[in-house]
Antibody, heavy 118, light 112 residues
Framework: QVQLQESGPGLVKPSETLSLTCTVSGGSISSYYWSWIRQPAGKGLEWIGRIYTSGSTNYNPSLKSRVTMSVDTSKNQFSLKLSSVTAADTAVYYC????????????WGQGTTVTVSS | QSVLTQPPSVSGAPGQRVTISCTGSSSNIGAGYDVHWYQQLPGTAPKLLIYGNSNRPSGVPDRFSGSKSGTSASLAITGLQAEDEADYYCQSYDSSLSGPGVFGGGTKLTVL
């Protein structure tokens, strides 16, 4: 069965760029949407954006100016970059397989904690 | 302020039935977009509980059911069990500036 694993630095300095990768195992990355979601400690889920394996993207308008997503089908990976981070970007970051508007997000990674601090 | 509104908390005794509401608007649920529900147990990633308003993925007990009407949706849990204590989130799409993926603020279910 498909499994997702997030990876990347757990600590990022303010004003720098947060970079995370999600590795897909047990299945192909092709022909799906892949989403990033984050959750500050003790708070709710926030959808960051999604990418299709063709490279087409949709971003949360509140984060759009700072977000870049990419996909590497040869490695079965997709990535998130969030620039100019502040303490408000400290959160658990999840990647998920997004089946679209009618099916929801059916597979989630375990999440990775990113702290923004100097 | 979430685009989809959920009650912060609900509670019920074991064996009882509880419902969690998710209220949206004409640009999301009311526009015909489906609603999905996720269960997040403490310290774990969210898990898809209901998709397409009322469908259960394989392995989800039939104690969990979903419905949608107008600009709102509901998650019902019958025969409440201690292991149902978790946070529950609704999710839908939005055609306005909120973007295609929107979540409710989440509801904490306490089993008394």
């Amino acid at each position: 069965q498909v499994q997702l694993q997030e990876s990347g630095p757990g600590l990022v300095k303010p004003s720098e760029t947060l970079s995370l990768t999600c590795t897909v195992s047990g299945g192909s990355i092709s022909s799906y949407y892949w989403s990033w979601i984050r959750q500050p400690a003790g708070k709710g889920l926030e959808w960051i954006g999604r990418i299709y394996t063709s490279g087409s993207t949709n971003y949360n308008p509140s984060l759009k100016s700072r977000v870049t997503m990419s996909v590497d089908t040869s490695k079965n990976q997709f990535s998130l970059k969030l620039s100019s981070v502040t303490a408000a970007d400290t959160a658990v970051y999840y990647c998920a397989r997004d089946l679209g508007s009618r099916r929801g997000m059916d597979v989630w990674g375990q999440g990775t904690t990113v702290t923004v601090s100097s | 302020q979430s685009v989809l509104t959920q009650p912060p908390s609900v509670s019920g005794a074991p064996g009882q039935r509880v419902t969690i509401s998710c209220t949206g608007s004409s640009s999301n649920i009311g526009a015909g977009y489906d609603v999905h529900w996720y269960q997040q147990l403490p310290g774990t990633a969210p898990k898809l509980l209901i998709y397409g308003n009322s469908n259960r993925p394989s392995g989800v007990p039939d104690r969990f059911s979903g419905s949608k009407s107008g600009t709102s949706a509901s998650l019902a849990i019958t025969g409440l069990q201690a292991e149902d204590e978790a946070d529950y989130y609704c999710q839908s799409y939005d055609s306005s500036l909120s973007g295609p993926g929107v979540f409710g603020g989440g509801t904490k279910l306490t089993v008394l």
